[in-house]
């Protein structure tokens, strides 16, 4: 059968995949860390609690693809809460 996937084809693309997903999950929680190390007055702010949820159950929802597209929403976000605390 001439597209069949060889066996060691198919554990290379399997440890691709767990790469990127491993990748993608040390992201997260570098960003989950950096949120949660903002101040009480980040806290208090509408974005905090819209950054956890992309972080939680928006990337949870989404496939393998668009997850990275979350994770620079919810960092774009921490930058602005960042900001913005550093202010006042």
Known sequence: MPNRERSS?????????????????????????????????????????????LLNATFRRAKLAQRLAILHAAAWLIDVLEKLTSIT
């Open 9 to 53: 084809e198919k554990s290379q693309t399997r440890a691709d995949f767990r790469q990127r997903y491993d990748d993608i999950e040390a992201r997260r929680a570098a960003l989950i860390a950096r949120l949660t190390s903002l101040g009480e007055a980040a806290r208090h702010h509408p974005a905090y609690k819209r950054a956890l949820t």
